[in-house]
């Protein structure tokens, strides 16, 4: 049912104004995010063990085990309560790097679209530099210089996605400064500090959220990737990533240990990118149909 | 036209020097100091003093830099501590075979990823539609490495049809490498595919909306050639660009799928390098992608202007 015909026949109908209504693909996405977040902010409490508790009498237990609901890896740890800390790891990774990119990548692009000349393409011309470097390099990069850890996995991730972001704001402020009510502060003698913070960045905030809400799922994935990799998250933390990654040895004795947290890292993705496309469908007029 | 590309080759050689640069400044932030962390033996003040005296690091910075570059532009680009064997030819050993996964990959993506596109726009929200935008969707979503994981326990371990990962030359037979090949290829190459769909499929909606296509159905072409060659044609442009949008993804999907499947390419030669502290290769490593970054979207932008009469008509204009 389009939206329209929708407002004619059931104007007051309580689920029709439910977000992403009629979308039931974006609904999904949404309770599964829902779902990711409750389990990384409340995971910890309602874990039965202590994740890094090892007990070597019990190594590489089966799913559904008494004690176990998820089995036991290579060190006899609780696979459930390794998944359910592991959570809130992995998503801290995957949503402090966008954080960082929308930081660093808004006020770059709104001073180089603001002031345009020279400086414009001093900075654009660094952000092309930037795009020559793609996450995994520059974790390459900042392993080698400060060795590995979850910090510098966010700051590579975050600082990769710097040039996207400013781009977008760029292109939004070039077309704002135009606007009569910048024009207007100009000439009222407000100070260019003062009418990028006041006028332009909150009218160029919401492509940016946009653009940042459709990154979060390859954050996610790429923080997992990184500390699959062993230049994220050392261990015992536990990880998603890093939990594949010591499966993998193992995978002959238990599959399940190949499986589990790959399910989690998956399950998160997608519900974040249905999430995403549906937030840009809903925001973007182009795509309304 | 001419000047079109030759202003982007010269954008790309600055952007090229201005990327060495962050290497060499990235070099002297690692611990201990360049000479130290260049050193075959860092241990050792004498073979530290010579390394320092090699690449100029007690003279100026800016000669440093010049002596560096002239150095890397010539190949020499140090001895690894841990094999010692020069850096640049443990690179060229395993370009071949990170070159071959690439290529194998991109092929897989763009024979799944182009026509299921096509499918999915001949009849937007009909049955090929929704299934193509769900299985891309998962394609996105499912990390190269997870999946990697479930094909080796699936045709590895469970079933016992393909090798789990290593890797043979093409010299020793092209059987036994295809075969090392195709589980890695087929990984990354569908998350690729993925991508390719989703893009192949919107450019499609959007060039069959257009008059012209408007126009060749009105005056009777027959619907295979309207959307084969009418409108994916002028689709083909914006998927060309999408694959060079792709590169970044692309490098970091062969470093996971060569350390999963364990193929001794460059990915590998990186994460080793970092593993055990050897700076001189993982110096040559990140220059070298750098470099084959640039210039690969060097020529996805030139291949862009080549393709879309429009570029070149704004292009002769500016």
């Known amino acids: 049912m389009t939206a329209a015909a929708g407002a004619l026949t059931a104007p007051h109908r309580h689920w029709a104004r439910l977000p992403f209504a009629g979308r039931p693909l974006a609904q999904a996405g949404a309770i599964g995010a829902f779902i990711v977040v409750a389990i990384a902010v409340f995971g910890p409490l309602a874990a039965p063990h202590n994740p890094s508790a090892t007990s070597f009498s019990d190594v590489l237990a089966p799913p559904l085990s008494p004690h176990h609901l998820l089995g036991t890896d290579q060190l006899g740890r609780d696979v459930l309560s390794r998944l359910l800390y592991g959570a809130r790891t992995t998503l801290e990774a995957g949503v402090f790097a966008t954080l960082l990119a929308t930081l660093l990548g808004l006020p770059i692009g709104v001073v180089s679209g603001y002031f345009r000349g020279a400086l414009d393409v001093v900075i654009m011309r660094l952000i092309d530099v930037t795009l020559a470097f793609p996450f995994l390099l520059l974790a390459v990069g900042l392993a080698a210089i400060s060795g590995p850890s979850l910090w510098n996995a966010v700051l590579a991730l975050g600082v990769a996605q710097v040039p996207a972001v400013a781009r977008i704001a760029r292109g939004e402020t070039l077309s704002v400064r135009e606007l009569e009510y910048v024009q207007a502060a100009l000439v009222n003698g407000e100070r260019s500090i003062a009418i990028m913070r006041r006028h332009v960045v909150p009218n160029v905030l919401s492509p940016v959220i946009v653009a940042t809400t459709v990154a979060i799922p390859g954050s996610i994935v790429g923080a997992a990737i990184l500390s699959f990799l062993g230049l994220g998250v050392q261990p015992p933390t536990a990880d998603w990533g890093a939990m594949l990654a010591q499966s993998e040895s193992y995978l002959n004795q238990s599959v399940w240990l190949g499986i589990i947290p790959g399910l989690a890292i998956f399950i998160a993705a997608l519900s974040f990118n249905l999430l995403g496309d549906g937030v840009r469908d809903a925001l973007d007029p182009k795509r309304r149909r | ?318």
């Open chain 2, 1 to 318: 036209m001419l000047w079109a590309i030759i202003r982007r080759v010269a954008i790309a050689v600055i952007t090229l020097l201005l990327a060495t640069l962050v290497v060499f400044a990235a070099v002297h932030a690692l611990p201990g100091g360049p000479a130290t962390a260049l050193s075959v033996d860092g241990t050792s003040p004498r073979v530290v003093a010579a390394t320092a005296r090699e690449y100029g690091f007690n003279r100026p910075l800016v000669i440093q830099y010049g002596v560096w570059l002239g150095q890397a532009v010539r190949g020499h680009l140090g001895t690894s501590p841990i094999t010692d064997l020069p850096v640049s030819s443990q690179i060229a050993q395993r370009i071949p075979i990170t070159a071959e996964l690439a290529v194998l990959s991109l092929l897989i993506a763009i024979v799944i990823g182009i026509p299921a596109g096509v499918l999915a726009a001949a009849r937007p929200g009909g049955i090929w539609d929704w299934i193509a935008s769900v299985v891309a969707l998962g394609g996105l979503s499912i990390p190269h490495f997870w999946f990697g994981i479930l094909v080796i326990l699936l045709f590895a371990v469970h079933l016992h049809l393909l090798p789990s990962g290593g890797f043979i030359p093409v010299t020793q037979g092209l059987g036994g490498n295809l075969e090392h090949m195709l589980l890695p290829a087929v990984v990354l190459g569908t998350g690729l595919a993925a991508v390719l769909m989703r893009q192949t499929r919107s450019a499609m909606l959007e060039s069959l909306g257009a008059d012209y296509v408007r126009t060749a159905r009105a005056k009777g072409v027959p619907e295979w050639k309207v959307i084969g060659v009418h409108a994916l044609r002028n689709s083909l442009i914006t998927v060309v660009t999408v694959i060079g949008l792709q590169l970044g993804g692309l490098i970091a999907g062969i470093v996971t799928v060569e350390e999963v499947f364990d193929i001794p390419g460059i990915g590998q030669l990186t994460l080793d390098a970092v593993y055990q502290r050897d700076y001189s290769t993982l110096q040559g490593v990140i220059l070298l992608t750098a470099a084959a970054y640039i210039i690969a979207n060097l020529l996805v932008d030139l291949a862009y202007a080549v393709l879309n009469p429009r570029v070149r008509a704004t292009e002769a204009r500016a």
